[in-house]
């Protein structure tokens, strides 16, 4: 699949098959995704498998959609807020990256952002001086929603003299 059609194609999945994904396919996507974009190589991005215990203490009003893995993806704390900024940059992008590697192998990614709460934070354990980038449910769809329609681009760029 080329990346463009990857790209348009991706969807945020909110049901999914029972089938588990075998721990050498998501890592896998990981590891693509480890490619992101990053500032000085400081790759700030870490991953929490999320238990059952935890997934339930969550309590997420769809359960992720049933999906068979949940993960998190944190961003590491850093000294000065415009590194901290960096931090969520590169690791936006590196959660995007693993969506689109998940979306190329037949999988899906429901990104939440459960994560933010002080109380759930708490529930995964996440260190204060971290950001949590969102709550992933990952797993085969059970459906693909339709595309929804998007604006233009070229009502979202702007000229500088």
Request: charged share 20%.
């Amino acid at each position: 699949m080329a990346i463009g059609e990857t790209i348009r194609n991706r969807r945020t999945i909110k049901a999914f098959k029972p089938d588990p994904i075998p721990e050498a396919e998501w890592t896998a996507w990981l590891e693509a995704a480890s490619h992101a974009p990053n500032h000085r190589m400081t790759e700030p991005w870490e991953v929490l498998v999320v238990g059952p215990n935890a997934r339930a203490e969550l309590n997420h009003k769809t359960d992720f959609g049933q999906a068979p893995l949940v993960l998190a993806i944190l961003s590491k704390p850093a000294p000065t807020p415009l590194d901290r900024d960096e931090n969520l940059m590169a690791s936006a992008c590196f959660a995007q990256n693993f969506q689109l590697a998940a979306h190329e192998a037949g999988a899906g990614v429901f990104w939440s952002s459960i994560g933010a709460s002080p109380r759930n934070r708490a529930i995964l354990g996440v260190p204060e001086d971290y950001d949590v980038v969102g709550v992933f449910g990952v797993g085969y769809p059970a459906e693909v929603p339709p595309a929804k329609p998007r604006t233009p681009i070229a009502g979202k760029i702007k000229r500088l003299p």
